[in-house]
């Protein structure tokens, strides 16, 4: 949180930014006796200096302490992955701060386990000013939060969520409309900026230590970079499996059998009678003592 601001929309203002951003590439990145910080050091430096208010920014967004803990962590492990672009980054803690938020507000919190309910302040005040805060869109509270609680001007909030300035303006001022409906007081910016300074303020909410984030990140990064490698390899194995076992050609289907009807039953030759016999004599008799043509023979 910075420096409140009494105008509704003010001009920026050199003392409210300065100290709000970190540079470290590789030029900058230096530690107090001048040797250049290795990409641990830069890290956990961004880490000190940034962490604890995200995790204070994080709980206005989310009004849950686990979840503001977990959004900073998450976007810092994200960090670590993309270091050199972080490191090299105008705007270090501007990057941080745009990337916690996103994982602060991400839509897949919504199936999360039913145990995920909001943690409340024990002041009624607080209280009921961080109900009136959940209640407002996720878009209108991140501006609100941005302009109102961490102090940046109006263009700067409309670059950081990624919006247009007559946008960002809009949705400042049904924000406060939203605000000022439930708690009459807080329609004056000034009072409202120090009641959200106090709600994130009076919370204990401490951040883990840099390098267990940067651990954390690396194991992750393992463990989704062999899991990919696996799948890769089944589908490989997959695929190769069934080119061998595949048929190369067409294979004409082969028609079922049916049964034929109307067709005479063929008789069962069997042992012929007397009759038979002696008529099979005489035919072999006549046939070898008849005519030629009967019983050819061989010239």
């Not at 809009?170 to 009072?191: F, I, V």
Request: aromatic share 6%; charged share 25%; proline share 10%.
């Amino acid at each position: 949180m910075t420096n409140s601001h009494a105008n509704p929309l003010p001009s920026p203002s050199e003392d409210r930014r300065s100290g709000a951003n970190v540079s470290l590439t590789r030029d900058q990145a230096v530690d107090e006796t001048g040797t250049p910080l290795t990409p641990a050091q830069a890290f956990d430096a961004l880490y000190a200096f940034c962490a604890p208010a995200l995790v204070r920014q994080a709980y206005l967004l989310t009004g849950r302490h686990e979840r503001a803990r977990e959004s900073v962590e998450q976007a810092f492990q994200l960090a670590w992955q993309r270091w050199p672009e972080v490191a090299h980054d105008r705007d270090p803690a501007g990057w941080m701060r745009a990337t916690v938020y996103e994982c602060a507000l991400s839509p897949w919190h919504r199936f999360r386990r039913r145990g995920d309910t909001p943690d409340p302040p024990s002041d009624p005040a607080d209280r009921a000013l961080q109900s009136a805060l959940l209640l407002i869109p996720p878009s209108y509270r991140r501006t609100l939060v941005l302009y109102d609680g961490v102090g940046l001007d109006l263009p700067e909030t409309a670059a950081e969520t990624e919006a247009s300035t007559p946008a960002a303006a809009n949705r400042l001022m049904h924000a406060r409309e939203a605000l000022a409906a439930r708690l009459p007081e807080l329609a004056d910016p000034a009072e409202l900026h120090r009641r959200l300074v106090r709600l994130a303020s009076t919370e204990r909410l401490g951040a883990g230590e840099p390098a267990g984030v940067r651990t954390t990140g690396e194991r992750r990064t393992r463990f989704w970079t062999r899991s990919a490698i696996a799948f890769t390899a089944t589908i490989i194995g997959a695929t190769t499996l069934t080119l061998r076992t595949a048929p190369t050609h067409y294979l004409a289907p082969v028609s079922p059998g049916h049964a034929v009807h109307g067709l005479p039953v063929q008789g069962m030759l069997g042992p012929l009678p007397p009759e038979a016999l002696k008529l099979r004599a005489e035919l072999r008799k006549e046939a070898a003592g008849g005519p030629e043509r009967l019983a050819p023979g061989v010239r």
